[in-house]
C-alpha cells in the first residue's frame, strides 16, 4: 500500500479533488464488482469477484455558495491476467431533488490522459438506481496499475447531493461500490473543502459512525487540513453494502427559520441563522466541524447584534450587507448577556484547538 501511495505521489504530482459517488465503479469483466452491459445499451453493476483491487482514493468535496467541483482518484491493482474493463460513473438524482441537472463540464482520465466514455442508462437493477453512467473502457494488463479519474461540477440538490443546502439536508458520497472490487478498498481520504460562510457542516456519519465530537472516534480519523479543509481518512475499508455512503449534514445560516420574539416574516427575512442562534443564546451545537472563517463570523454575531462597529474589512463588509445589522455610536461590550459571553468563550476554545 505504501509503495502504491508513494510511487502515484511521485511519478503523477496530481493535485486530488473529488465530491460524489465515486464507488460506482466497476468490472465488466474478472468477476467483479461489474459493471455490465445489458440489452439496449444499459449498464447496471454485478457484485461479484475481481483481481483488480481498489488500492487507494482521494475525495474532495469542493463546495462554494450556489454549486459545488468534483475531481476524483481512484488507484487501482491487477492482481491477475491481463483483461479489458469497462469502468462508469454514475449520473443520478439526489433524493428528494427538486429538478433534474445533468452533469457539467464532466472529463475522465486514465493516467493522466482524458479518454473518451459513452453516457447510458442504469438498467434499474442497482439498489440505488443510477440514472446514467458515463462509460470508458480500461485495459489492465498484468499486474499492472491505473489511475482513473473523473472530474465534473454540478448544483447543490443534483445529482447524489441530496437536499439543497439552502435548506437543512445533507450531502451524500457513495463510497460502498468500491468494496465490490478484490479485497478492501485499501485507503480512503476525503477532503471536504468548505469555501463558504455561510454554509454550515453540522453532523456526519462516515464508515457506519455518527460523528460525535465529545467521544472518540473510532473507525475512521478526522482532522482540520489548514483553516477549511476538514479530512477523513480511513483504512482497509469493508462496507457492508454497495449503498454504503457518507453523509454530510448542512445548514445554510440564511435560511429562514422563525423564533421567540419576532413575529413578522419582514423581521425574519432580515437577519441570519447565527443571528437568530445569538439571541437565542444556543451553545449547543457543534463547533468542531465549522471553518475558522465560520467560528470567527459566529464569535463576532454576538457583538454585531449590540451594534458594535467593526474596523477589519472582511468584518464590515460582511455584517454591513445584513439590513438588520444597525451600527451604534454608544455601543458598549457591557450590553453583552452572559449567553453570549458564554458562546464568545465556547468560540474561542475552539479556535485554540486549531492552533
Same mark, same amino acid.
Given at each position: ?15 486530488? +479533488?473529488? +465530491? ?41 468535496? *469542493? ?22 474493463? +469497462?469502468?462508469?460513473? /454514475?449520473?443520478? #438524482? ?15 482520465? @486514465? ?72 479485497? /478492501? ?62 453523509? @454530510? ?19 425574519? *427575512? ?22 475558522? #472563517? ?15 462597529? +467593526? ?11 445584513? /439590513?438588520?445589522?444597525? #451600527? ?28
Amino acid at each position: 500500500m505504501k509503495r502504491l501511495v508513494i510511487q502515484i505521489i511521485v511519478m503523477l504530482s496530481i493535485k486530488i +479533488f473529488v +465530491f460524489a459517488d465515486d464507488g460506482y465503479i466497476g468490472a465488466v469483466s474478472g468477476n467483479a464488482g461489474a459493471l455490465q452491459a445489458d440489452k439496449n445499451y444499459t449498464y447496471h453493476i454485478i457484485e461479484d469477484e475481481t483481481e483488480i483491487a481498489m488500492e487507494y482514493e482521494h475525495v474532495i468535496l *469542493n463546495m462554494y455558495d450556489d454549486h459545488y467541483s468534483v475531481e476524483a482518484d481512484f488507484v487501482f491493482y491487477n492482481n491477475g491476467e491481463e483483461k479489458t474493463v +469497462f469502468m462508469g460513473f /454514475p449520473e443520478s #438524482k439526489g433524493y428528494q431533488a427538486r429538478e433534474y441537472k445533468k452533469l457539467e463540464n464532466f472529463k475522465t482520465y @486514465i493516467d493522466g490522459n482524458e479518454v473518451q466514455y459513452i453516457c447510458r442508462p442504469d438498467s434499474g437493477v442497482y439498489e440505488i438506481g443510477g440514472l446514467n453512467w458515463y462509460v470508458k473502457k480500461v485495459n489492465f494488463k498484468k499486474n499492472q496499475f491505473h489511475l482513473s479519474r473523473v472530474t465534473y461540477n454540478t448544483g447543490y440538490g443534483f445529482a447524489n447531493a441530496g437536499l439543497y443546502c439552502g435548506h437543512e439536508g445533507s450531502l451524500a458520497y457513495t463510497y460502498g461500490t468500491g468494496g465490490s472490487w478484490y479485497g /478492501p478498498i485499501g485507503k480512503i481520504i476525503i477532503d471536504i473543502v468548505n469555501n463558504t460562510s455561510d454554509i454550515y457542516i453540522t453532523g456526519l456519519e462516515f464508515c457506519r459512525e455518527q460523528y460525535d465530537s465529545s467521544q472518540q472516534v473510532k473507525n475512521f480519523r478526522i482532522s482540520w487540513q489548514g483553516q477549511n479543509i476538514l479530512r477523513l481518512e480511513a483504512d482497509n475499508v469493508n462496507p457492508e453494502s454497495t449503498g454504503e455512503e457518507l453523509s @454530510i449534514d448542512t445548514q445554510d445560516c440564511t435560511e429562514l427559520h422563525s423564533y421567540e420574539g419576532i413575529d413578522k416574516m419582514d423581521d425574519v *427575512n432580515t437577519t441570519t441563522f447565527l443571528q437568530r442562534k445569538v439571541e437565542a443564546g444556543d451553545t449547543s451545537f457543534d463547533l468542531s466541524l465549522l471553518t475558522k #472563517k465560520q467560528l470567527r463570523i459566529i464569535r463576532n454575531d454576538c457583538y454585531a447584534v449590540n451594534g458594535r462597529i +467593526f474596523a477589519a474589512d472582511d468584518l464590515k463588509y460582511y455584517y454591513e450587507s445584513i /439590513p438588520s445589522y444597525i #451600527k451604534k455610536q454608544s455601543y458598549d461590550e457591557n450590553q453583552l448577556t452572559d449567553k453570549q459571553k458564554a458562546l464568545i468563550e465556547k468560540v474561542k476554545e475552539e479556535e485554540s484547538l486549531r492552533k
